[in-house]
């Protein structure tokens, strides 16, 4: 069966290797960032992961892509969600507030910052993060 990706006809086996691929790359990933901290490659990917706080049931999904079947079109989806929550906190969260600071764009209390879209009027609130959750879930 085909499904279609901003007009491009795609397998639901080409979804589930993308999003596959963006597992492996994500844990992995994090996987080598502690164990580049920690001076210590013996560490394990699930332990290096649940030291991350990187729920463990995505470094098993990512395994089961790695070395067995890929899987279910709706296991990788849930997976991409949650990683991209988990890099939201724990990183472009940090790395917005790091570059532009608590910014309350509008004066109501609310420090969250805005993407720009395509010319003025069309800005995004929420930042980066925000942004990618909403494309993501659609």
């Known amino acids: 069966p085909k499904t279609n990706v901003n007009d491009i ?4 086996y080409q979804l589930r290797n993308s999003y596959s ?8 990933g994090l996987a080598d960032m502690f ?9 394990s990917v699930s332990h290096c992961c649940s030291l ?6 995505i470094v098993d999904v990512r395994h089961d892509a790695s070395h067995n079947d890929l899987p279910s079109l709706g296991v990788c989806r849930i997976g991409a969600l949650e990683s991209l929550r988990f890099w939201g906190e724990k990183f472009w969260v940090v790395l917005e507030e ?6 309350d764009v509008n004066g109501s209390g609310d420090f ?27």
């Open 112 to 138: 969250s910052e805005k993407v720009s879209g395509n010319g003025p009027g069309n800005e995004e609130p929420g930042g980066i993060c925000a942004l990618a959750m909403r494309y993501l879930e659609n």
């Open 35 to 43: 164990r580049h901290q920690k001076k210590s490659a013996m560490l």
């Open 52 to 57: 991350a706080g990187l729920p463990l049931w």
């Open 21 to 28: 691929t963006l597992l492996l790359r994500s844990v992995n």
């Open 98 to 103: 790091r570059v532009w600071g608590d910014v």
């Open 9 to 12: 006809p795609i397998t639901i």
